[in-house]
């Protein structure tokens, strides 16, 4: 098992909460993580029909074959069971670590969380694996590579061709969660609305161009969209707001959780297919900007990520917040550094006196300070983006 950097937060969360609750995209390492650090614990799936249909209708039996400590796997699939765990918790609510809870669905675990269990759970996200979390193992493989293979625990664990892989999960996705999460009459528009929207990483997304270019009304694209962010396929980057006199554009950037399936989606299944591809460049970003994210969740932190963008074209791609502090950070796919790739930055920071660390992630040698504005550029392996709060 590859050692996940989640483990010291999910080990702190279990000695302070009676129930720890962890999202995240199928396939992730939910269920690998809680049952190598809960080794105690009794395990049950409810993707199990039998066992899903005793949770639903007897409680009480349910617990009686499984008792806690428990792991309860693909809670979202019987929601109303986090009634049952809350009376559970509340018959003896100083006993802490009795209940681990995956699910990777949010919206209808987060709202029945939300009733439930509010107070007595922490609620952690895992995401596929991060760069710093595949280590030595990967760290001489070309970026090309890396973009081709995703970050997936299995993909890597039984060296699996990426093509395939990532044909089944979408596969596995379509035909096990779409169909439960809404009611799509037709999955190959469905299908086809994902492989467009994979051809629009770090883009504004035009509703209304989705819409035309996939058959369907604009409405039902934003539907489509939520189901997307909902089971963490995609991630809106949201816009960020500051003091700075410019007018901001309001809308958000959308990435992929995994950058493999993404390059999956635009038909790249080679490292020289991928050195060549047009969206490259936005898939190094869109790699760059889940390193971000992971790391937020990894430290148990809500994630505090925001683009910059006016609507006179000025652009900086990740904005990293702190206290009252914040990174600006610009991403480039090139390995040779020029100035022209921290313009932005070096602009930006002469406007907002909260602008602390300005970074340029890219593909190129480490440069520790460069400019009188200090700019660190970082190669993407050497980029840690909690440095900002450790």
């Given at each position: ?5 989640l483990?010291?937060?999910?080990y ?13 995209p199928?396939?992730s390492?939910?269920?690998t993580?809680?049952?190598a650090?809960c ?13 899903r ?7 009480k ?28 918790v ?6 802490a ?11 209808e675990l ?9 107070g ?6 895992l995401y ?6 595949l280590g030595?193992?990967?760290k ?8 081709l ?13 990426p093509?395939r892989?990532?044909r ?13 999460l ?25 509703f209304?161009?989705l ?10 694209i ?6 997307l ?45 991928m ?16 390193e971000a994210?992971?790391?937020f969740?990894?430290?148990?932190r ?14 900086i791609?990740?904005m990293?917040s ?12 090139a ?13 930006y ?21 460069f ?14 983006p909690?440095e900002?709060?450790?």
């Amino acid at each position: 098992m590859i050692a996940r950097k989640l483990e010291k937060t999910f080990y702190e969360a279990l000695k302070e909460y009676p129930v720890v609750t962890v999202f995240g995209p199928r396939q992730s390492g939910k269920t690998t993580l809680a049952k190598a650090y809960c080794p105690n614990f009794t395990y049950v799936n409810l993707e199990d029909r039998e066992t899903r249909e005793l949770a639903k209708e007897d409680y009480k039996a349910f617990f009686h074959r499984y008792p806690p400590p428990v792991i309860i796997d693909e809670i979202q699939r019987v929601p109303e069971l986090t009634s049952a765990v809350q009376i559970l918790v509340d018959s003896n609510r100083e006993l802490a670590g009795q209940f681990v809870l995956t699910g990777s669905h949010q919206t209808e675990l987060a709202e029945a969380v939300d009733q439930s269990l509010a107070g007595r759970t922490s609620v952690l996200e895992l995401y596929p694996l991060s760069l710093e979390e595949l280590g030595d193992v990967k760290k001489y493989d070309s970026t090309d590579t890396l973009l081709l293979q995703g970050f997936m625990p299995e993909l890597h664990a039984s060296h699996k061709n990426p093509t395939r892989y990532y044909r089944n999960y979408l596969r596995t996705y379509v035909e096990r969660d779409v169909r439960k999460l809404v009611n799509v009459r037709d999955l190959i528009l469905f299908e086809r609305f994902v492989t467009l929207l994979a051809g629009r990483i770090g883009q504004v997304v035009n509703f209304s161009s989705l819409a035309g270019e996939t058959g369907v009304s604009s409405s039902t694209i934003m539907s489509w969209m939520s189901i997307l962010e909902a089971s963490f396929l995609i991630y809106r980057l949201p816009p960020y707001f500051s003091n700075i006199s410019k007018r901001m554009v309001k809308s958000p950037k959308v990435y992929f959780t995994e950058p493999g399936l993404a390059a999956f989606l635009l038909g790249i299944e080679t490292e020289r297919q991928m050195s060549t591809h047009p969206l490259r460049g936005e898939l190094f970003e869109n790699m760059v900007v889940m390193e971000a994210l992971k790391a937020f969740a990894n430290d148990g932190r809500e994630s505090r990520m925001a683009l910059l963008r006016t609507e006179k074209g000025f652009e900086i791609d990740l904005m990293l917040s702190h206290g009252v502090n914040v990174q600006p950070v610009e991403i480039k796919s090139a390995m040779t550094f020029n100035r022209k790739l921290i313009h932005n930055l070096e602009t930006y920071m002469k406007e907002d006196e909260s602008a602390v660390q300005p970074t340029l992630v890219f593909d190129g040698d480490d440069i520790p300070f460069f400019g009188e504005q200090r700019v660190r550029i970082r190669n993407i392996r050497n980029w840690h983006p909690d440095e900002l709060w450790k």
